[in-house]
């Protein structure tokens, strides 16, 4: 489903992605685990099509189409959903005209008609419930003033209505108590499919807990030091990073 | 092509040979006389004047207006109808080129104590009643538009809401440049009185018939009496071809309050000044404005809050849109005068600049001559914020449709403050419709 390719990507000419591959399969979970300037986020980024990253080598493939080509729009209309790890606030934008928003050009794309207000309405209520949030959320501008937790709540609301086939969770469960943890996962869980795939980056082992991956990966240095199955995210909670930089290239510094 | 240069003397000329109201009328013939003076005296603007120095009225002067003192019989009801506000239930003054048109105007059902009437009619019949009103809002050096303004005071509506009355429409005064391709120049002069405790709603439109050249000069004064409250919503859409040079000028008694919410929405060049003077204590101004320029227009914005008082309050908020090469100015003044303890003021202006080629002069300025005061002041000239367009993009939402969500967010914290629901969605409606497709600018 997607297949990313010796990518290298850079910032400012400072080279972050040195040689990424990762190959993700309808179906899968996979986790991607790394200390923090690993550069998780910036694959999560360019995958969904953020901006200012530079590619200087390397492919990107999702069903066979060369995202990187893409603008980001239409990676999401073809599925791609990345959960932010800083969702951005925008003040006068209404939550629920923003749902409605991308909703409806999604089904546009698909050819689906859109929906209308009283529809639309009906099935944000019912995710809403999914994600244990209050109807008021809706009426208030997008994340403004929302805390830590509702702004991750509002990315799973999101992903719930769009029903991605890719959904990238970049530390949705960072700064999660126990109770909004349990409902992330429950939204992820209740996206899984065989048509579907799921990338969480996470540090926690805790959120794997609940949604089991099929693929653990250890990001280091911009590239995949180490995969293995969901027993390495259990080995790195207990031994840190250390170890998998030291046993792939013993040249490389300890860092953590 | 004679490249004609139209100065303050011509419109001096076509003053002598008008046919104005009520001349004879001492009290009016002296006023007349002064703005003739001053008129003379400072002539029409020029960027040598300091608050015209980001405003070139070039454009207006290399043609000679054609002052309109009398009705040209123009009462086109199918326009006024294509231009109704749906669903809003108003007194209504419909005026053309600066004169009433009774036919198209409709007062039915005005509680008693009330009065929404014709400045020429009330000037003919009764015109001791303005004597101490009109003219005593207006600032003390006003520019040439101004007191070319007073020196005709041809027509105009005049409101007078008695004491303790709520009135239960808002008064609709609607300006229309009604002649095609004639040059002609309309001047209303409004006079709006709030008396103790009276509670009132005014909008004033200004449109065109068709797309053609035409200028308006109107002033519109407010006096608002102890414990009065209005609500002002001026209107500019006009012609792109237009000039509009406007004046809200308003002085405010004891406990009163005026908002008032000015917004651009077209026009090739448009000046709008306003001035308030919080008279007493307890007094109350909200400034808020809109202003959407595009292709090469000009819009100006000069405000003034005069605290002459303790104990006043005065908040301003303008925001503008700028997108091709388009040009903005906004001026705002606060005067805080010896004496004027306790003054609460806050100005902001905010320009989203949707075009490299846009510009925007931003220039706030206090004067403070009293020492416990409180005021602040800010202005800001930026573009969309990228992140956000990013985000909504990621969700499927296109470019252009996310930068026209964002824009209009923008003008959302303007907008929601009209309380008209009616006149609010039709705002929100215009708005739409003019930022539907934000292109993205390159930096
Ligand atoms: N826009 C940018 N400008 C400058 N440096 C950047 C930018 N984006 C990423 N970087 C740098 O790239 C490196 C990788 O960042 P990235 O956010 O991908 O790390 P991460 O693995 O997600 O870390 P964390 O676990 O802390 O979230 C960091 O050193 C970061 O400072
Ligand atoms: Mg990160």
Known sequence: MLNVENLNVAVADEPILKGLSLQVNAGEVHAIMGPNGSGKSTLANVIAGREGYEITSGSVVFEGQNLLELAPEDRARQGIFLAFQYPVEIPGVNNVYMLKAAVNAIRKHRGDEELDAIDFLKLVREKLKLVEMKEEFLHRPVNVGFSGGEKKRNEILQMALLEPRLAMLDETDSGLDIDALKVVASGVNGLRGKDRAIVLVTHYQRLLDFIVPDHVHVLAGGRVLKSGGKELALELEERGYGWVEQSVSPSAETAL | ???????????????????????????????????????????????????????????????????????????????????????????????????????????????????????????????????????????????????????????????????????????????????????????????????????????????????????????????????????????????SRSFHVGGLFARLGGDSRLDACSITLGGSLVRNDVLVNLDASGATVDLAGLYLARGRCHIDNHTHVVHNSPSARSRELYKGILNDRSRAVFHGRITVQAGAQQTDSEQNNQNLLLSREAEVDTKPQLEIYADDVKCSHGATVGQLDEMAVLYLRSRGIGESQARGILTHAFAGEILERIELDNLRLHLDHCVSHRLSSVERVVS
């Open chain 2, 1 to 239: 092509m004679s490249q004609a240069v139209s100065t303050a003397e011509d419109y001096l000329a076509a003053q002598r040979l008008a046919n104005l109201p009520a001349v004879g009328t001492a009290w009016l013939d002296i006023r007349r006389n002064q703005a003739r003076s001053l008129l003379e005296g400072v002539g029409l603007p020029t960027p040598r004047q300091e608050d015209w120095k980001y405003t070139n009225i070039r454009p207006i002067t290399r043609s000679t207006f054609d002052p309109v003192s009398g009705s040209s019989g123009w009462n086109d009801q199918d326009f006024l109808e294509s231009i109704q506000l749906p669903g809003l239930n108003s007194y209504r003054l419909v005026f053309a080129d600066g004169i009433l048109v009774r036919e198209l105007s409709s007062c039915d059902g005005l509680p008693a104590g009330v009065t929404i009437a014709s400045v020429a009619e009330i000037l003919r019949a009764d015109s001791a009643k303005l004597e101490n009103l009109l003219g005593s809002a207006l600032p003390t050096s006003p520019h040439g538009f101004t007191a070319m303004n007073s020196s005709f005071i041809a027509d105009g509506a005049y409101l007078d809401i008695g004491p303790g009355i709520v009135l239960d429409k808002p008064v609709e005064l609607v300006f229309i440049c009604a002649c095609a391709g004639e040059d002609r120049l309309g001047m209303p002069r409004n006079l709006i009185v709030g008396r103790p405790g009276s509670h009132a709603s005014v909008i004033e439109r200004y449109l065109s018939v068709v797309e053609a050249r035409s200028l308006t000069n109107a002033v519109s004064e407010v006096i608002l009496e102890e414990d009065a409250q209005l609500t002002h919503q001026r209107i500019t859409d006009e012609s």
